[in-house]
T-cell receptor
Framework: EAGVTQFPSHSVIEKGQTVTLRCDPI?????LYWYRRVMGKEIKFLLH????????ESGMPNNRFLAERTGGTYSTLKVQPAELEDSGVYFC????????????FGQGTRLTVV | QKEVEQDPGPLSVPEGAIVSLNCTYS??????FMWYRQYSRKGPELLMY????GNKEDGRFTAQVDKSSKYISLFIRDSQPSDSATYLC?????????????FGQGTTLQVKP
């Protein structure tokens, strides 16, 4: 069974540009989460989808961040325009609708804004 | 004040040692407690998953939760160089089986041969 997959693994962009990160969850997982880790800090929650609906977006830093989950499958996180403080590692995680709710993480996308 | 506190280390031990990793938390609503292992440039990998208080053992790993003290621990017996990684504690509220995880900062462990 394939795990959570994220694209790209690494992205370097200039301040003011737009970047789109993609996450493919484990097949059949209704729950999809986005997290971010900035240098020296803990991993922090950004957003939670249940299928295609946003269940909790309390961690989104500001309106430069837009997350979508088309048809309840893969998800994208767009940052527009990117700022220097957006640099960090963005993780995606997914979990099943039922069961104990164990969350499985992707390998992350390392975003560097210069 | 952070909801979850974890000493970032680094922690260096000789091969074969018993390792003790700990987190404290402030929110009594946390009911689910997890330990993740993260190798360099990889995503967090779920190691242990515990609901409420008590102990859970899986091979060389034992997770303990003391809700009265708001304190969780991960013990690694007979530590191996392959255990060298960052260990992250994570928690979430008890309402249902979904919801955001709150992470500690992670402890970097190095096991020397």
């Amino acid at each position: 069974e394939a795990g959570v997959t994220q694209f790209p693994s690494h992205s370097v962009i200039e301040k003011g540009q737009t970047v789109t990160l993609r996450c493919d969850p484990i097949s059949g997982h209704d729950n999809l989460y986005w997290y971010r880790r900035v240098m020296g800090k803990e991993i922090k929650f950004l957003l939670h989808f249940v299928k295609e609906s946003k269940q909790d977006e309390s961690g989104m830093p500001n309106n430069r961040f837009l997350a979508e989950r088309t048809g309840g499958t893969y998800s994208t996180l767009k940052v527009q325009p990117a700022e220097l403080e957006d640099s960090g590692v963005y993780f995606c995680a997914s979990s099943q609708a039922g069961g104990p709710g164990r969350a499985f993480f992707g390998q992350g996308t390392r975003l560097t804004v210069v | 004040q952070k909801e979850v506190e974890q000493d970032p280390g680094p922690l260096s031990v000789p091969e074969g040692a018993i390792v003790s990793l700990n987190c404290t938390y402030s929110n009594s609503a946390f009911q689910y407690f997890m330990w993740y292992r993260q190798y360099s440039r990889k995503g967090p990998e779920l190691l242990m998953y515990t609901y409420s208080s008590g102990n859970k053992e899986d091979g060389r790993f034992t997770a303990q939760v003391d809700k009265s003290s708001k304190y969780i621990s991960l013990f690694i017996r007979d530590s191996q160089p392959s255990d060298s990684a960052t260990y992250l504690c994570a928690m979430r509220h008890g309402s249902g089986n979904t919801g955001k995880l709150i992470f500690g900062q992670g402890t970097t462990l190095q096991v020397k041969p």
